[in-house]
């Protein structure tokens, strides 16, 4: 029987300390020749809505509307409790959207055919997706494209809750004003 069944193992050598390490990028986000007309994207992350964020988000932008703000307001809707801000479940499918979508846009150019389906309230968690409906070269600056999406925020039982159409400027690969801004280091990571 062997004493160590239970015991971590060892783990892999470093490797060669005089070897450089390989620098491997993180994501970088889509430029404009990798949106294709018909793709759809799953954004990776969902989102929580807190009772703070909805209280913060309303008050922040000043909509006095007790119905978001205020809990006995809120049981005396329809609803029976107080609704997330509509514009805070905007924000946050727009914020969803930018790591497939517009992490080197550079211009929102307008939105469109915005639809709120479904109330949201503190304690739902939303997922978004968006669909490419058209892209184009665009005429002025030939290091970008102007692409169209549709966008559309699920809550956690599947419900449609928003919906709209976004424009965009977005950076063709290689651009000047693309280019990584992360600094050279002084000094090597080393293990």
Known sequence: MTENRG???ASEPAGDPAREPAVKPGWQGRFYEDFEIGD???????????E?????FTLLTMNTNQAHFNAEAGRASEFGR???VSTLTIAIAVGQSVTDLTQNAF????????VLTHPVFAGD???????VLAKRESASRPQAG???VKTRTLNQQGDEVLSFERTFYVHKRGADRARSTFPTAKTALRP
């Open 7 to 9: 015991a971590a193992q």
């Open 40 to 50: 759809v994207y799953q954004h990776p992350l969902g989102r929580t809505v807190s």
């Open 52 to 56: 703070a964020d909805n209280t913060w």
């Open 82 to 84: 107080p609704l997330v």
């Open 107 to 114: 211009a929102n150019l307008g939105m469109d055919k915005l």
């Open 125 to 131: 968690t939303l997922f978004s997706e968006s669909l």
């Open 146 to 148: 102007i692409v169209t």
